[in-house]
């Protein structure tokens, strides 16, 4: 035990040292040797004269916020780093990651970390992706390769239970993005079969220093383990062989529209100085780490406490935007404060039709008389709303589901991060998310949001026995139902056996 330590130090707790024979680790920081690269330069041009300000750019179709990722790649010089919850061995997943593989090629650093919970599939291509010299990829709070996920799952429910649902991709120290999306095709508009609304900021500006300062605890603590840990366990090919498999990938793929709509055209006008952005006072709001370390719950603090600091100040108007929305009493109770203060209060989150957990709708939908019956605004997206337009890459829509995370108040501020409003991001995962105040964009965010609403999602209320309704309009006629609409019996009988469950506190 003495050469771990030596390796990689006395903080390495005890559950990992008795799953892994750790290898060395050693910790790395951001570059601060990047002023000279391409973006680093736009940024200052840009930045000049703005008195400590952010420029802050919101990425609200999937198309775009994919191309702006895969340009800031191509155009990275020193370093990448991304954070993330999930990757998936898809069109975007491996376009991302043959970008990846030829930014190392060029010499920059690249850094990977992934929350394992749902890697086990790309394993192999992750651990391909650390062969290379300048890739290394880490996994946050592993599990066991050398037994079932399940039963390790099982026996190790209050360490394993915990996860890093953070999503940030920073390039040369100098632009990040920070969100909702993940790496897979579903928050991108380029899946067949499902399509996620999702919500991203691009900024330059102070705040990315803080972002790669919060990569940097991350990537450094003790949960964050080497990949190459599992190489005994898992057989994977050589990189170039990886290589090989994606492009054979992206040309089976090839007919694929949304290839066709593939453009550098955002990360060119970063670079030439037309993005709009905007001009904000941007601040990161982070979990730390050691949020997943030991048993005790329900403590309030980082994200959750910030964003209840935000929305309580609130004078006229909040929009909150949860697709896994699970208020508790606490929750309620908070939101009827500010009603009879005199604020109203929106909730936009899934309908049972929209959502891709049903057993989190099953815990949301005992809140929503108490809810209404305190005059919050309640609505929930509809899966296939008359004004679902394709991608704009000629690609036909699929089913949407709701995946944004957002708060909006008084016109002036606003929240764009992972953070979902339910107990799993309150209390047992770690989140993050960036804080902009922003007139000109939290306007433009509510407008559209709220103009939207009646086309996009019923409307909640309670007729004069007190049962739900859904209000919405269909081709220029409005509709009420008075059953969980585009649904069958199986799915609401199911979600309704879901609710008897004692399973809330984990959704």
């Known amino acids: 035990m003495g050469m771990l330590e030596t390796l990689v130090g006395s903080r390495v707790p005890q559950k990992y040292r008795k799953y892994f024979d750790l290898p060395e680790r050693r910790d790395s920081y951001k570059l601060a040797d990047t002023g000279d690269t391409s973006l680093a330069m736009a940024a200052a041009t840009w930045l000049a004269a703005k008195d400590g300000l952010c420029g802050v750019y919101r990425l609200q179709l999937g198309i775009d916020a994919l191309c702006m990722r895969i340009g800031l790649i191509e155009r990275a010089e020193r370093s990448i780093d991304i954070q993330s919850y999930l990757i998936r061995d898809d069109l975007s997943g491996n376009l991302i990651a043959l970008k990846l593989i030829e930014a190392a090629d060029r010499g920059v650093r690249v850094r990977l970390l992934m929350d394992d919970a749902l890697t086990e599939p790309i394993d192999g291509g992750l651990l391909s992706l650390n062969d290379h010299v300048k890739i290394e990829v880490r996994v946050f709070n592993p599990f066991p390769r050398r037994r079932s996920r399940l039963i390790s799952f099982i026996a190790n429910f209050n360490i394993l239970n915990r996860r890093m649902h953070n999503k940030s991709f920073t390039i040369d120290n100098q632009v990040t993005i920070v969100g909702g999306r993940n790496l897979a095709d579903e928050y991108y508009q380029t899946s067949g079969t499902s399509e996620f609304l999702d919500e991203d900021l691009v900024a330059i500006g102070p705040v990315v220093d803080d972002v790669s300062d919060g990569f940097d605890e991350y990537w450094n603590t003790p949960e964050a383990i080497p990949i190459s840990v599992f190489d005994k366990y898992l057989a994977h090919q050589e990189i170039n062989e990886t290589v090989a498999a994606g492009c054979r990938y992206l040309e089976q793929h090839k007919k694929n529209p949304f290839l066709a709509g593939l453009n550098g055209v955002l990360v060119q006008a970063l670079l030439d100085g037309e993005l709009p952005l905007v001009a904000a006072r941007t601040e990161l709001v982070l979990d730390h780490p050691d949020k997943v370390r030991g048993l005790v719950r329900r403590q309030v603090g980082g994200v959750t406490a910030r964003l209840i600091q935000m929305v309580s100040a609130a004078e006229r108007e909040v929009v909150v935007v949860s697709p896994y929305f699970v208020p508790q009493r606490q929750g309620v109770d908070f939101f009827s404060a500010l009603v009879r203060k005199g604020v109203r209060v929106v909730i936009v989150t899934n309908s049972l039709a929209s959502t891709n957990h049903p057993s989190v709708h099953a815990a949301y939908a005992r809140y929503r008389r108490p809810l209404l019956r305190q005059g919050v605004e309640l609505y929930e997206l509809r899966s296939n709303p008359d004004n679902h ?58 407008s559209s949001g709220l103009e939207s609403l009646q086309a996009a999602a019923y409307q909640l209320r309670l007729n004069s026995k007190g049962r739900l309704s859904w209000y919405f309009t269909s081709h220029n006629r409005s509709h009420i139902t008075t059953t969980e609409p585009e649904t069958g019996f199986w799915r609401r009988f199911r979600t309704r056996l879901m609710g008897l469950l004692p399973i809330e506190g984990q959704m």
């Open 389 to 446: 337009a394709n991608t704009g890459a000629g690609i036909d829509h699929a089913p949407l589901t709701l995946h944004s995370k957002v708060a909006i108040v008084d016109h002036e501020r606003l929240f764009v991060g992972s953070f979902n409003l339910d107990p799993r991001s309150l209390y047992i995962n770690t989140e993050m998310g960036m804080m902009v105040e922003s007139p000109e964009m939290a306007s433009t965010m509510m």
